[in-house]
Structures are given as C-alpha cells and as structure tokens.
T-cell receptor
C-alpha cells in the first residue's frame, strides 16, 4: 500500500525566508510524486511532479522538490517566500499503473509573516 | 489548457433532497475522472473513480447508492448526492486525467455543499 506523510500541519516563515515543506512516502513500487497547492475554497493546482526522470524537479512559482529514494522523501522548497505563497500544500503519491489514483498527505498550511 | 470546471460552485439543499454536481473537462477528453471529498482543514479523500461508459469504482466505505456517479461522455462526469443529510455537507472536488499526455490529474474548483 502507498501512503504519504507530511510533517507539520502548519509552517510559518517570514517573507523572504526559505520555505521547506516535508513529505515522506511509502510505496512498494516506483512512485509518481506530486505537490499541489490549494487556496481557500478552491481546487488544487499542480506545483510540480516527479515521474522517474530527473530527481530534482522544478515547478511553478519558484518551487522545487528533490526525490530522494534512500530517504523516501520528496520535500518542497522555495528559496524566498512571498506573501502570495500562503496556502495549503498537499503532497501526493500515485502508482505507476493504470489506476492513476492519488493518495494525498494530510496537508501543510504555510503561513507567511510580513 | 487543461481546465476543469464544476457546477455549481456552491449549493444549499434541504435534508432529504438530492443534488447533482457536474464536472467538465473543457479543453481535453478525459476517460477517467475522480471525485474527492474534503472536510474543513482536512485532506482530500478519494470517493470514486469514474470511467466513461462504465460503472464507477468506489473506494471502501463510500456508499455507492448514496453517491451516484455517471460518466456519460468524455468530458462530463456527474455526482449525485441522494437523500442528502447534514453530514453530507462538505467540499466536493473532481479531477480529470487527460487521455493523452502525462499522468497528472487536473482539478476542478470544487463545490461547497451545505445540507440544512
């Protein structure tokens, strides 16, 4: 079975500071990994995805994530936080099969202090 | 590209009535769509996988007779909450996987259902 663990339900950073959101996965087969962002009362927007190509994945809005198989991690980072980054972030894992199902982590709310 | 819409964006209904939520892929075909439920300040829970032309596959614990899913075309899936009760109040989100291209899902903006 696959699962995703996001450490920290809330992360608070100052504007301009480094953003680090943690995600660890469990999968018996090679996974696809995703980071999504959700703004209040909206659907999810894909930030980036790992699909077994490059381990360092660059996404939109300056975010990137590194797939580390030895650590079973896929942490999301951004060098400098912006006020507009305040939102809920979800890490998700999917099997590389025809089901395309996504298993979501519990989410991390990013707060950006001025 | 890859836009998914949901209608309505919010709906209030009385207990015992049914409500239908539409999910459309606007600029791509999607044989497979997904329905999720999200409670306040919680993650998304997959309810069912909707496949065009066939019966939906429901996740364990989801009542298929209560949450009716129809995927009649390659761009439209509907979720009908039958005999709604206050505990069905939630944020319902659909997603669609494009028939061509990468494995990612494109998400709709969600529908807020409140049952009074």
């Amino acid at each position: 079975a696959q699962s995703v663990t996001q450490l920290g339900s809330h992360v608070s950073v100052s504007e301009g500071a480094l953003v680090l959101l943690r995600c660890n996965y469990s999968s018996s087969v090679p996974p696809y990994l995703f980071w999504y962002v959700q703004y209040p009362n909206q659907g999810l927007q894909l930030l980036l995805k790992y699909t077994s190509a490059a381990t360092l994945v660059k996404g939109i809005n300056g975010f990137e994530a590194e797939f580390k198989k030895s650590e079973t991690s896929f942490h999301l980072t951004k060098p400098s936080a912006h006020m507009s980054d305040a939102a809920e972030y979800f890490c998700a894992v999917s099997r590389m099969d025809s089901s395309y199902k996504l298993i979501f982590g519990s989410g991390t709310r990013l707060l950006v202090r001025p | 590209g890859a836009v998914v819409s949901q209608h309505p964006s919010w709906v209030i209904c009385k207990s015992g009535t049914s409500v239908k939520i539409e999910c459309r892929s606007l600029d791509f075909q999607a044989t497979t769509m997904f329905w999720y439920r999200q409670f306040p300040k919680q993650s998304l829970m997959l309810m069912a996988t909707s496949n065009e032309g066939s019966k939906a596959t429901y996740e364990q614990g989801v009542e298929k007779d209560k949450f009716l899913i129809n995927h009649a075309s390659l761009t439209l899936s509907t979720l009908t909450v039958t005999s709604a009760h206050p505990e069905d109040s939630s944020f319902y989100i659909c997603s669609a996987k494009a028939d061509t291209g990468p494995y990612e899902q494109y998400f709709g903006p969600g529908t807020r259902l409140t049952v009074t």
